[in-house]
């Protein structure tokens, strides 16, 4: 059984892992209700949060927090990924948990899980990567020999993502390339996660184990627009936003949701032939 497992790191260490919230400044009005609801369904969180921004400050009582303000001593502006790693240098622990300012949790996170993979991590360096979700990588998915976590294929459909998990930080910092923003990373990155030959788990999110240990509405912003459902969680925990700064988003077609993306892709047709040629 998954509660029988015995891990030689016994109790976790305070400097195991940092929680990274990746932001920018931009979605400032995403910032107090993330953080109220990660507060109020992770009660006992205290690890250092690393908010990051471009140039503002944010606190919320109760909770380690810090900013990052990446873009103070830089005149250009960032890309996203120039962002996340100026963010990834000032984490000084060896894994962190990967979060998105628009993943506001609806219900309590299985911290046991979380520190249960954070140790899992420490105990074995070949893992590079432990997702927390059900709604990062589509799969398929293989068995593993701690009944708990199952391996994600090296082919898995988005097995790079931005979904909240577990990262050894030099893994991350190596799949990111400095001229993508985040969906390019998730699907450039997932092409270079094929080429190499890296253990990739998921812990398993089935009612059986306990369902997934962190959890939220995928995603609570869509191209700069809420998410509708979104209205739900936020009036169950008291939470007053004015929707008509952003709207909403309306949902579109499928097919048409993957050939605008593709034609994004094609706007640098040289770049997205290396990368699917390299």
């Given at each position: 059984?998954?509660?029988?497992?015995?891990?030689?790191?016994?109790?976790l260490?305070?400097?195991?892992?940092?929680?990274?919230?990746?932001?920018?400044?931009?979605?400032?009005?995403?910032?107090?209700?993330?953080?109220?609801?990660?507060?109020?369904?992770?009660?006992?969180?205290?690890e250092?949060?690393?908010?990051?921004?471009?140039?503002k400050?944010?606190?919320?009582?109760?909770?380690?927090?810090?900013?990052?303000?990446?873009?103070?001593?830089?005149?250009?502006?960032?890309?996203?990924?120039e962002?996340?790693?100026?963010?990834?240098t000032?984490?000084?622990?060896?894994?962190?948990?990967?979060?998105?300012?628009?993943?506001?949790?609806?219900?309590?996170?299985?911290?046991?899980?979380?520190?249960?993979?954070?140790?899992?991590?420490?105990?074995?360096?070949?893992?590079?990567?432990?997702?927390?979700?059900?709604?990062?990588?589509?799969?398929?998915?293989?068995?593993?020999?701690?009944?708990?976590?199952?391996?994600?294929?090296?082919?898995?459909?988005?097995?790079?993502?931005?979904?909240?998990?577990?990262?050894?930080?030099?893994?991350?910092?190596?799949?990111?390339?400095?001229?993508?923003?985040?969906?390019?990373?998730?699907?450039?990155?997932?092409?270079?996660?094929?080429?190499?030959?890296?253990?990739?788990?998921?812990?398993?999110?089935?009612?059986?184990?306990?369902?997934?240990?962190?959890?939220?509405?995928?995603?609570?912003?869509?191209?700069?627009?809420?998410?509708?459902?979104?209205?739900?969680?936020?009036?169950?925990?008291?939470?007053?936003?004015?929707?008509?700064?952003?709207?909403?988003?309306?949902?579109?077609?499928?097919?048409?949701?993957?050939v605008?993306?593709?034609?994004?892709?094609?706007?640098?047709?040289?770049?997205?032939?290396?990368?699917?040629?390299?």
């Amino acid at each position: 059984m998954a509660g029988e497992i015995i891990y030689k790191s016994m109790t976790l260490p305070d400097s195991t892992f940092t929680i990274l919230v990746n932001s920018s400044d931009g979605f400032e009005d995403c910032w107090y209700p993330f953080f109220t609801l990660l507060q109020k369904y992770w009660p006992d969180c205290k690890e250092l949060i690393l908010l990051n921004t471009e140039k503002k400050q944010f606190s919320y009582e109760s909770l380690n927090l810090k900013c990052t303000m990446v873009q103070n001593d830089i005149q250009r502006t960032l890309t996203w990924s120039e962002c996340l790693l100026a963010a990834l240098t000032q984490v000084e622990t060896p894994v962190v948990l990967y979060f998105q300012e628009d993943y506001f949790l609806h219900q309590p996170v299985l911290r046991e899980k979380i520190h249960r993979a954070a140790c899992y991590m420490l105990d074995h360096p070949d893992v590079k990567h432990i997702a927390l979700t059900k709604l990062g990588a589509h799969g398929p998915f293989d068995p593993y020999n701690e009944s708990w976590l199952q391996v994600i294929q090296p082919k898995a459909k988005y097995r790079i993502s931005t979904q909240a998990a577990l990262w050894r930080v030099d893994t991350l910092r190596s799949y990111l390339a400095a001229e993508e923003n985040g969906w390019m990373f998730e699907i450039y990155g997932t092409w270079r996660s094929w080429k190499r030959k890296e253990l990739f788990l998921c812990a398993r999110f089935d009612s059986e184990h306990g369902g997934p240990a962190i959890d939220y509405l995928h995603t609570g912003i869509i191209k700069g627009k809420w998410l509708r459902e979104i209205q739900d969680v936020f009036n169950a925990n008291n939470i007053l936003i004015d929707y008509s700064q952003r709207g909403f988003y309306e949902p579109k077609n499928l097919l048409v949701r993957k050939v605008e993306t593709l034609m994004k892709l094609l706007v640098r047709p040289g770049y997205f032939f290396s990368q699917l040629m390299s």
